[in-house]
């Protein structure tokens, strides 16, 4: 079913941060006793009662004030505001309902979104009465919480949960569909990858850097194979993420990048690599998706026959860790080996869903060990009993042994090798568990 997602929002020092931290239940955002601590939207996920969501913190709405933070904080507001399905609206019941608490109800009710109000800062049973005044903002659900001592915080995600009503379905695509993202830094040239790959203008381009503000699922069909492409907004170092905009199209980044199969990184070729490009990836290599990468702007870049060699080891030395990842030096702008990309994609998405039989596995499992047996350890020899695929999208393996303390990252690593060498698996990471025979 699709994400339901909550954003909280009030004027300043009404404490939702304090409330952000209680229903996520650990401490993401920063709660000091002084307002404008919350600038930005923080994102987390949530549940309550078997019902999951994602929760959003956002910076107080202040009314009247037009400085560069405020007008910031607003925007960042509304577009909480735009992408939730729910609304709490967190008033201070001690300090009464303010013109800037009617205001911002005036700004809720356009929205035409559910909205819970929440009367905030009411520590005992006595200051309930506090939270009748608030009734006059005219919306049906109010309740009176405590978020510091948790009074009444459990009615409120009640009222929550209610609200959202019936889930949208999200469109989903068959098994034999690959779903690739395409994904990179700002200014890599992504989008006019995708429309080189379509062979038309699908997709926003700009010179301006995070043109993209949304993901964008483009369905085609090549060769028999059928893809879904899904361009993503360009993914920033998360202490530069000064843009209005740009969180939400990190969210918006990082959803398409659960979607897929096969995430595209693409890296600036006249640019060269930068760390963010390792960030970025990270968040493939987290959810664990099949990877291919593409150096684009290759018809610009001054090179000789080795040039792309050259490219290639460097790269390889900065992202040991996808050394599996087929790469590909393209150009957008003229279109060249950009269909290597859907090649190299179909084979890492066959990969990404491999499955290998348990007798299979464990006579790769056995002969690695014949070749090289495991370490000792203070005087302690590993066994290795047997081995088993668990799971595919990433191919996924359960090894048990003897004890797993002493089996050392090394070896786990050999025995990587070893199955890559037996069955590729090019483009598809690997996970391997270590666990003690029961």
């Known amino acids: 079913m699709a994400e339901r997602v909550v954003a909280i929002v009030g004027r300043p020092n009404v404490g939702k941060s304090t409330l952000f931290n209680k229903i996520a239940r650990e401490r993401i955002a920063i709660v000091e006793d002084q307002p404008g ?206 843009e209005k905009t740009e969180k939400y199209s990190v969210l918006r980044a990082l959803k398409a990048i659960e979607r897929c199969d096969v995430a595209i990184l693409v890296i600036d070729g006249e640019q060269g690599i930068i760390d963010q490009d390792k960030h970025v990836i990270g968040y493939a290599l987290d959810a664990g998706k099949a990877v291919v990468v593409a150096i684009n702007k290759w018809d610009i870049v001054e090179k000789d026959d080795k040039t792309a060699q050259e490219f290639e080891k460097k790269f390889r030395s900065h992202f040991p860790f996808i050394s599996y990842a087929p790469i590909a030096f393209v150009s957008a702008k003229t279109k060249r080996r950009v269909r290597n990309l859907l090649e190299y994609s179909v084979v890492a998405a066959e990969n990404h869903a491999m499955r290998i039989a348990t007798s299979t596995v464990n006579t790769i499992i056995q002969e690695a060990i014949a070749l090289s047996p495991p ?35 090394s070896y786990v690593r050999y025995l990587e090798n070893q199955l890559r060498s037996s069955f590729g698996f090019e483009g598809t990471p690997l996970r391997i568990y270590i666990r003690q025979r029961s």
């Open 375 to 409: 370490p000792t350890d203070k005087g302690r020899r590993l066994k290795i009993y047997y081995a088993t695929q668990v799971s595919v999208r990433p191919p996924t393996f359960a090894i048990f042994v003897n004890d797993p303390e002493i089996m050392h990252f």
């Open 37 to 242: 601590i919350t600038r930005d939207r923080i994102y987390s996920p949530a549940e309550w009662t078997g019902t999951h969501f994602r929760l959003i913190d956002t910076g107080g709405i202040e009314i009247g004030e037009n400085d560069q933070i405020s007008t910031r904080i607003r925007a960042q507001v509304e577009l909480a505001i735009d992408e939730a399905a729910v609304i709490v609206f967190l008033v201070d019941g001690q300090a009464g309902m303010t013109p800037a608490d009617q205001e911002i109800a005036d700004l809720l009710r356009k929205s035409a979104k559910p909205v819970v109000v929440a009367v905030n800062k009411l520590d005992s049973p006595k200051l309930h009465n506090l939270a009748y005044e608030f009734y006059e903002l005219g919306f049906a659900a109010t309740v009176a919480i405590s978020a510091e001592h948790s009074i009444g915080t459990g009615d409120l995600l009640d009222e929550i949960v209610g609200q959202f009503g019936e889930a949208i379905e999200p469109v989903t695509y068959g098994d034999d569909v690959i779903k690739i993202a395409v994904i990179g830094r700002p200014n890599v040239g992504k989008s006019s990858l995708i429309n080189a790959i379509l062979g038309e203008e699908r997709v926003l381009v700009g010179d301006v850097a995070g043109t993209t503000r949304d993901a964008i699922d483009t369905f085609f069909t090549m060769e028999d194979h059928q893809f879904v492409l899904i361009d993503t907004a360009g993914m920033r170092k998360r202490g530069k993420v000064y």
